[in-house]
């Protein structure tokens, strides 16, 4: 199949507004799968397998170059950074409400809005955490002071058991990599239960982020968020106050080349490793 380079991309129009370059292939290294190079670039598996004409997605080789911008014709674009972040996260002027999906064991469980699906960006978290549902959790024993201007304070120590959970049981199967893989995923069968981390109130329930699937993200505390990634069903609703240990999903494979649990602890709107506050097993 030829592969269109970027140096083959036409020019912007004179007098428009330029948005980053975004290459149009990738080189597979050592470790890489199909699923950890789209969401790199903002898309799902499945669109590199059909632009690359994959009938295997499983199958790629160190050195193989694979196209990870859309073909000639196709619209699905990736958010540039610093562009208006995801319109169908709660709280957004341009939030699309769906119907909601009804589950036996929780009565009307909101599923998100679906009607728009746009690329995962960093914009897209930053909404999160100003949204109306993001009220932090009364948790007094993660609420360290307010650091000066300009000045990170070190993170805490890696939480034990008692404040953080594994979410589900199966065994890791991708661990956290900064800069390319922003949590772990952790392998099972479709309909294992996925339960809270820690406790919080959910801020999103819904499918709205590619490359995410059916997606939860609770609220902690003023630092701490954890999400909960590629579910077949959801058990909660946006703005429901959660336990540790509550069953909020079922294990899926939305979004995903198998049924897994993506998870990701943020601090701070950042990624950090869930294994160094996960107790060890």
């Given at each position: 199949m030829?592969?269109?380079?970027?140096g083959?991309?036409p020019?912007?129009?004179?007098?428009?507004?330029t948005l980053?370059?975004?290459?149009?292939?990738?080189v597979?290294?050592?470790g890489?799968?199909?699923?950890r190079i789209a969401?790199?670039?903002g898309?799902?598996?499945?669109?590199l397998?059909?632009?690359n004409q994959?009938?295997?997605?499983?199958?790629?080789?160190v050195?193989?170059t694979?196209r990870v911008?859309?073909p000639d014709g196709?619209?699905?674009?990736?958010?540039a950074?610093?562009q208006?972040?995801?319109g169908?996260?709660p709280?957004?002027?341009s939030?699309a409400?769906a119907?909601p999906?009804?589950s036996?064991s929780t009565?009307?469980v909101k599923n998100?809005?679906?009607?728009?699906?746009e690329p995962?960006?960093?914009?897209a978290?930053?909404?999160i955490?100003?949204?109306?549902?993001?009220?932090p959790s009364s948790?007094?024993?993660v609420a360290p002071?307010?650091?000066?201007?300009?000045v990170?304070s070190p993170?805490?120590?890696a939480?034990?058991?008692?404040?953080?959970?594994?979410?589900?049981?199966?065994?890791?199967v991708?661990t956290?990599?900064n800069g390319e893989?922003?949590?772990?995923?952790i392998?099972?069968?479709?309909?294992d239960p996925v339960?809270?981390?820690s406790?919080?109130?959910v801020v999103?329930?819904?499918?709205?982020l590619?490359?995410?699937g059916?997606l939860v993200?609770?609220?902690h505390?003023?630092?701490y968020?954890?999400?909960?990634?590629?579910?077949?069903?959801?058990?909660v609703k946006?703005?429901?106050?959660?336990?540790?240990?509550?069953?909020i999903?079922?294990l899926?494979?939305?979004d995903?080349?198998r049924?897994?649990l993506h998870?990701?602890?943020?601090?701070?709107g950042?990624?950090?490793d869930?294994l160094t506050?996960?107790p060890?097993r």
């Amino acid at each position: 199949m030829p592969v269109e380079t970027a140096g083959e991309l036409p020019p912007p129009d004179a007098g428009a507004s330029t948005l980053p370059q975004q290459p149009t292939t990738y080189v597979v290294q050592p470790g890489d799968t199909l699923n950890r190079i789209a969401q790199k670039f903002g898309y799902t598996f499945k669109d590199l397998a059909e632009w690359n004409q994959m009938s295997d997605p499983n199958q790629i080789s160190v050195g193989q170059t694979v196209r990870v911008a859309p073909p000639d014709g196709v619209t699905v674009t990736p958010i540039a950074v610093g562009q208006p972040s995801i319109g169908a996260m709660p709280g957004g002027p341009s939030s699309a409400a769906a119907a909601p999906v009804t589950s036996p064991s929780t009565g009307g469980v909101k599923n998100g809005p679906q009607a728009i699906v746009e690329p995962y960006s960093d914009a897209a978290w930053a909404r999160i955490r100003q949204s109306p549902a993001a009220t932090p959790s009364s948790k007094p024993e993660v609420a360290p002071a307010t650091p000066a201007p300009g000045v990170d304070s070190p993170p805490p120590a890696a939480a034990g058991s008692s404040e953080w959970l594994w979410p589900a049981s199966g065994k890791v199967v991708s661990t956290f990599a900064n800069g390319e893989t922003k949590g772990i995923d952790i392998a099972g069968k479709l309909g294992d239960p996925v339960r809270a981390s820690s406790a919080g109130r959910v801020v999103y329930a819904g499918a709205g982020l590619r490359g995410y699937g059916k997606l939860v993200i609770i609220k902690h505390d003023a630092d701490y968020l954890s999400a909960y990634a590629h579910n077949k069903n959801l058990l909660v609703k946006e703005g429901q106050s959660v336990t540790q240990g509550q069953t909020i999903a079922e294990l899926g494979q939305t979004d995903a080349d198998r049924p897994k649990l993506h998870f990701e602890i943020r601090r701070r709107g950042k990624p950090v490793d869930p294994l160094t506050y996960l107790p060890k097993r």
